[in-house]
DNA sequence: CTGTATCCCATACGATACTG
DNA sequence: CAGTATCGTATGGGATACAG
């Protein structure tokens, strides 16, 4: 019989066409990545990540923050009750199975800007 | 002195704040690491890689393969000078070095769509 | 067969001001 | 300190028709 590929692949209520693009569709977007990258090997604050990416703003990061720990990719950790406020950010175990992909994802950006700045 | 880590990574007129986002700018979006995972093993035909992607618009998929052959990705060879044209698109050796994670892109999908389905 | 042209829309993201 | 609220915009991508 001619399947013609009709796999399908779901994550969190949303379905994607592809393997890749399920990854995609969880740490695709401008600033997730660069999120998980920072926090690859610790836990961040909130003004120590804005401190990390000058360039994205309060609310952009704040809403990436929250796809990320809906999807179980990051923990938020709130250590005062009154403010000043202290909450950490960190990879979950879920997270850190990211790990591997976030370290090639950044290599190969090192690789390629190395390459064509010279 | 206090370097707030302003380093920066280019390729091709695009600056981007972080290593990561490079190569996020670069195989990010919907549909361009699907391209890719379709392309890792095989040299396609358009119409072979329409039928791989059976949601994507004729519209995008020209849009998306025209991007990654202006990176310097994928390569496009025409065979005949007269319709029906044949078309055949493949991995350049820039491109191939993106298979490993391709490669990983597409497992980590395997996996999450393999856990969260039972 | 391999695309373009046109039109349209949803959503991601930015700028700025403000709050617990 | 750690965010929301509000508003504006850019662009990625869909639908459909058509062209070389």
Do not use: C, F
């Given at each position: 019989m001619k399947t013609t590929e009709e796999k399908k692949y779901t994550f969190r209520g949303n379905t994607y066409p592809c393997c890749a693009?399920?990854?995609?569709?969880?740490?695709?977007?401008?600033?997730?990545t660069v999120i998980?990258?920072?926090?690859?090997?610790?836990t961040l604050r909130y003004n120590e990540l804005r401190?990390?990416?000058?360039?994205?703003?309060?609310?952009?990061?704040?809403?990436?923050?929250?796809?990320?720990?809906?999807?179980?990719?990051?923990?938020?950790?709130?250590f005062t009750a009154k403010p000043p406020l202290k909450v950490e950010y960190s990879l979950t175990e879920f997270g850190k199975t990211l790990l591997p992909l976030i370290?090639?994802?950044?290599?190969?950006?090192?690789?390629?800007a190395d390459k064509y700045s010279k």
């Open positions: 693009s399920l990854t995609m569709g969880i740490i695709g977007g401008k600033w997730k998980l990258y920072h926090l690859m090997n610790e401190k990390s990416m000058p360039t994205v703003t309060e609310r952009t990061l704040s809403l990436q923050l929250k796809a990320l720990e809906e999807d179980g990719l990051i923990e938020r950790k709130v370290q090639i994802i950044a290599d190969w950006g090192v690789v390629v």
